[in-house]
């Protein structure tokens, strides 16, 4: 196999005729497919910004040589489902959900997903009056409902995972779904969030034509158990589901499920989990230090992102969830809390860029609970995101500081910022002016704040007058583990329960939310029709 690397100026490797797929598969033939037989495909493109200049460089190779990236893939095969179809039942509609029931399919297995929330297209309803007015609804916001957390974001598909396999096929099948196909080859893909409705709708579309079902609306409150084996499942409004197996995918904000299996004596684990504030730029501003640009971005080139990582007392401060051009949004589950995220549409075209900045949180940092452990972190997650409530003044208000001020608070040359003097910030429903570098205890934010400082010695910018702090940036991943066999990946005490996905512990992301689905349902099922569970 040959692979060859070649080196383009971002106006063209970005320019709009060559923001399509097929354009710069066309240029790329144009030019270089002397250089392969068999026709050429692009593995890569991305953008180097070390060095004197920036320059977009281009990875590809003969196509025949690769099989496992030609975008056009293979299609998504399932079978219509007959009646005795094997029945799966998947709470939780998210991106580990709705792969758990798209696999399922392939097995000749019929999902049947239950889901607290609305259909994308209700809950959009949802998410823009809590955006204009405040208003939470705690069954459907920006986390709960059709497509998770997932359907609102930025739809960045980074992972650590290293299965370069089987995240070919993961985003050969969002391309079926309607993601561009940039995404199979971009260094970092990402698909926007006017664009993830739409392709989880025709998620829902194969499922239900193959024969699964969805039930909105639908809220699991309690289990009936017996022995080590759920019997059903006990919904919001009174009705028994009886059940084979369960695949508990309820992602991180459930706070209600952790409960519910405590109450049940399922076990639980406390999980070290990240937690800071979300700090905003102009975008303007970060292009010119990502690029080194003195005036403006050139026009065609990609808006620029970062990713940061500092040491604090032995501590790692970073950078989350960067999401260029975006904006940050409401992301809390109850009216009583704060909570802040980002996301960004497929152009990535408004004004400011925004990020987490957080640092590690484990048990030793936050009070004991001696009764219960593993709620541990959760309780002091959910005690920072009351107070910050608190501090923005209601209606999901967000407190919110000058990024300057949040760093050298003692600095006299340093001002406290008021409200007329706060850069823009993209938060709606509304912030409010306040010492949002006392929500933290104070170990937690000198990390923030030292971790900021040491970066702004690599970039002076960060401390514009322009750029604000809010916050806080408070679920970035589980606090509590739901504990599973290594090799079936059930629950220890309970053999027909499958705990998957980011609120189970076992993904942090929506890539490898939808891997962990995919590996949990294989498992499932191999263990189902060797026997292994199937005495149920
Ligand atoms: C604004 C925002 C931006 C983000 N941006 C990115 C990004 O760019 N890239 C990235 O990789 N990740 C991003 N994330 C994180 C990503 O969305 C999650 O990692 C991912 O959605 C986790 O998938 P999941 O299926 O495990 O859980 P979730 O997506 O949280 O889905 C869980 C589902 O379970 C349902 N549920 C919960 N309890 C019950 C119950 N009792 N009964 C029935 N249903 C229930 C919920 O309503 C929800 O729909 C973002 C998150 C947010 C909020």
Redesign the pocket.
């Known amino acids: 196999m040959s692979v060859h690397e070649i080196y383009l100026n971002p106006d063209e490797a970005y320019a709009p005729h060559s923001l399509g797929y097929p354009d710069l598969q066309a240029l790329m033939e144009d030019r270089y497919a002397h250089k392969v037989s068999g026709g050429l495909t692009i593995l890569r493109r991305s953008l180097d910004a070390r060095g004197s200049g920036v320059r977009a460089v281009i990875r590809f190779a003969s196509s025949s040589s690769l099989e496992a990236k030609n975008v056009q893939g293979l299609p998504f095969r399932s079978q219509i489902l007959g009646p005795n179809a094997p029945e799966l039942h998947i709470?939780?509609?998210?991106?580990?959900?709705?792969f758990a029931a798209l696999r399922c399919l392939e097995y000749g297995w019929r999902p049947i997903i239950?889901?607290?929330?609305q259909a994308v297209r209700e809950r959009r309803r949802d998410v823009a009056l809590l955006s204009r007015e405040g208003h939470l609804n705690p069954?459907s916001n920006?986390?709960?409902?059709?497509?998770?957390?997932?359907t609102?974001?930025?739809?960045?598909?980074?992972?650590r995972s290293t299965k370069r396999g089987d995240i070919d096929t993961v985003l050969r099948l969002l391309i079926e779904l309607g993601a561009p196909n940039e995404i199979a080859f971009e260094a970092h893909p990402?698909i926007g969030t006017n664009k993830l409705p739409g392709l989880i709708q025709k998620a829902r579309q194969w499922i239900e034509a193959a024969g699964g079902y969805f039930h909105f609306g639908?809220?699991?409150?309690d289990l009936d158990l017996d022995k080590s084996c759920i019997k059903a499942l006990l919904m919001h409004d009174g009705t028994r589901i009886p059940l084979n197996y369960m695949m508990l995918?309820?992602?991180?904000?459930?706070r209600?499920?952790y409960e519910?299996l405590d109450r049940c004596g399922l076990s639980l684990e406390p999980k070290a989990l990240a937690m800071g504030v979300r700090v905003e730029h102009p975008q303007e501003l970060v292009n010119r230090w990502r690029y080194r640009l003195r005036g403006e971005t050139p026009q065609h080139w990609p808006v620029a992102s970062y990713s940061v990582v500092e040491q604090v007392a032995g501590k790692g401060v970073y950078s989350f969830?960067m999401?260029p051009g975006g904006v940050i949004?409401p992301?809390s589950t109850h009216s009583s809390e704060v909570v802040t995220?980002?996301?960004s549409p497929s152009r990535r075209n408004n004004v400011t860029a925004n990020s987490g900045w957080v640092t590690e949180i484990c048990l030793a940092d936050v009070p004991l609970d001696k009764a219960r452990p593993a709620f541990s972190l959760l309780n002091f997650q959910q005690n920072i995101e009351r107070r910050a409530a608190e501090m923005g003044g209601g209606q999901q208000w967000a407190p919110a500081q000058n990024l300057q001020h949040f760093v050298y608070p003692y600095d006299s040359k340093v001002k406290a910022m008021d409200s007329q003097s706060l850069g823009i910030c993209s938060y709606r429903p509304g912030i409010t002016p306040t010492l949002l570098n006392s929500l933290y205890p104070v170990e937690i934010q000198g990390r923030l704040s030292t971790g900021l400082h040491q970066w702004a010695k690599r970039w002076p910018g960060l401390l514009s007058p322009e750029a604000v702090v809010t916050g806080p940036e408070s679920?970035t991943s589980s606090p509590i583990r739901i504990p599973r066999l290594d090799d079936s990946l059930h629950h220890p005490q309970c053999v027909n329960l499958f705990p998957?996905?980011?609120?189970?512990g076992y993904?942090?992301?929506?890539?490898?939310?939808i891997l962990d689905?995919r590996r949990s349902v294989d498992a499932l099922i191999q263990q189902a029709t060797q026997g292994g569970s199937s005495s149920l």
């Open positions: 709470v939780g509609a998210g991106p580990a959900g709705i239950l889901e607290r929330g069954d920006y986390c709960f409902g059709e497509g998770g957390a997932g609102f974001s930025d739809g960045k598909l980074y992972t990402h639908s809220r699991v409150e995918c309820t992602g991180h904000s459930s209600d499920v519910m969830c999401c949004a992301c995220n980002g996301w679920r998957v996905g980011e609120g189970a993904a942090g992301g929506i890539m490898s939310a689905a």
